[in-house]
């Protein structure tokens, strides 16, 4: 859906050609992306006739298994952070998909699968290095450019080009991971089943319910027809035998017509919802926190499924908001929401773009439908396009405290293709 022809892009091997293209941008006027992995839906990491910041080259990761951190460079993708980590281990929350870029995932929030025991994996950043708007090299932390810090954590691309992170990272090696699955006929039974389990489950449960089709082509486990699935999962933080008691009840509702819960690697875990989103495939997103998760907005989702227009579409309840993140004070971050239990996602995916309208439609229509069950906030990586209201959603309150940070460290909005804050002068002058 992103057809954009930058007039420059400067491919980065280190900090030096970040701020030698950042320079080169201010110097000559131009409008500036920065791409990271490439993942947001709403394009913002390229840009029309300006200068694209490509980072997807800077790959470097150092692993320190004495103190449980590690740093990672831009260009680095969770599935390649994963991958180094478990040679030690250790794990990341990360993302719920591999092919996502750890720098963008970040510096909006980071939803994955040990969210609920160990937080966002911007609560797990210790440190930043920064290329600012100026082209200056700074790193922030709790005890250096705290302000800078604070916006970072949830708003990151609007003040700087961060060039490396510094995660606390966790103990996980083998690990319970999996999902069961139900054919959509079943699934009331099966989402009403899951947000009670869920309700109850330990924080070492970071589990998701999806709906999707599998994919043509691809073996159909025995028991289901190529009809939509429901499928009921993710991955237990903790000891494999705890896990197995822990998962039971939803291993052995239905009975499931597949389980696929198993032990292993974490980094594995990491990439086993990666055949949902293949690159390339045309994507519509909408996305909300849920006021609730009643008998009522599931029979809509079910009805909604029933009828989507793409097979490659798959809509998503991500339990979270009432773990880790939830301690974090309010406040501590720019992140914008801790306490919602559930995020609401369609990710309508379809392959071509003759059946465009008709998958927007349908995306539509069930955004309304869902409309009295959706809170006003919405995860900002999640956001299929950038506006006003859409930014308000995103940070509430907090919105203003941003606007006053972004004018400190960039006044002009030199980072202006992101989700992005407008400076406090700028928005008071209109
Ligand atoms: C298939 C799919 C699955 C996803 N799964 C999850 C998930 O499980 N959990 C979750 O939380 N989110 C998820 N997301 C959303 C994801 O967090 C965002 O799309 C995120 O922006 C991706 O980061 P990126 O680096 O890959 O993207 P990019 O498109 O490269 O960058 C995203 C934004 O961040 C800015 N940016 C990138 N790098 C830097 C940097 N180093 N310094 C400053 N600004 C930078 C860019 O300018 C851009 O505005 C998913 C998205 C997709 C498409």
């Given amino acids: 859906m992103i057809d954009r022809r ?46 694209v910041i490509d980072l997807s080259a800077m790959k470097g990761i ?67 290095d920064v290329v600012t708007a100026d082209g ?38 083998t690990v319970l991971a999996g999902m069961v699955m139900h054919p959509l006929s079943r699934g009331r039974d099966a989402l009403r089943f899951w947000r009670d389990f869920e309700s109850a489950a330990p924080e070492e449960v970071t589990n998701g319910a999806l709906v999707f089709t ?39 509702f239905g009975p499931p017509a597949v389980d696929m819960f198993q032990p292993m690697p974490y980094s594995a875990a990491q ?35 029933a009828k989507a227009p793409s097979p490659r579409t798959v809509v998503v309840l991500e339990h979270n908001g009432d773990g880790a993140m939830s301690r974090v004070a309010e406040d501590a971050t720019a992140f914008g929401h801790r306490g919602w239990r559930f995020n609401f996602l369609i990710t309508s995916v379809w392959t071509d773009a003759a059946e465009t309208e008709a998958n927007v439609r349908w995306t539509r229509e069930f955004w309304d439908a869902m409309q009295p069950f959706l809170a006003e906030a919405v995860y900002v990586n999640y956001l299929n396009e950038v506006s006003d209201e859409n930014m308000r959603a995103a940070y509430g309150r907090k919105y203003e405290r941003l606007a006053k940070l972004k004018a400190r460290y960039d ?5 202006s293709q992101n989700a992005n804050i407008k400076p406090a002068a700028v928005a008071a002058g209109g």
């Fill in 62 to 128: 150092r692993v320190e298994p004495q103190t449980r951190t590690a740093r990672v460079e831009p260009g680095v993708t969770w599935a390649e952070f994963g991958h180094e980590l478990q040679a030690f281990g250790l794990a990341a929350t990360g993302g719920f998909v591999g092919t996502t870029g750890v720098a963008g995932l970040t510096l909006g929030g980071g939803l994955g699968w040990m969210v609920r025991k160990h937080g966002l994996a911007l609560d797990n950043l210790l440190s930043a």
């Fill in 136 to 173: 200056d090299f700074l790193t922030a932390s709790d005890s250096a450019h705290a302000d800078l810090f604070w916006g970072l954590r949830g708003a990151g691309g609007n003040f700087g080009i961060v060039t490396s992170f510094e995660f606390r990272v966790h103990p996980a090696g």
């Fill in 411 to 415: 006044p002009t909005n030199f980072f």
């Fill in 6 to 51: 930058p007039a420059v892009i400067v491919r980065c091997a280190g900090v030096a050609d970040v701020i030698a293209a950042v320079k080169f941008a201010r110097a000559h006027g131009m409008v500036v992306a920065v791409r990271g992995a490439g993942h947001n839906v709403a394009g913002t990491s390229m840009c029309d006739d300006g200068l």
């Fill in 271 to 305: 990439t086993m919802a990666d055949f949902l989103w293949p690159r390339g495939f045309l994507n519509y997103w909408k996305s909300s926190f849920l006021k609730s998760l009643s008998d009522e907005a599931i029979d809509t989702i079910v009805d909604f499924c």
């Fill in 214 to 252: 599998a994919p043509a082509g691809l073996p159909l486990p025995e028991g289901l027809q190529r009809e939509p699935i429901v499928g009921l999962g993710g991955v237990y933080a903790g000891s494999l035998e705890e896990g197995t008691r822990a998962c039971r009840p939803l291993r052995e």
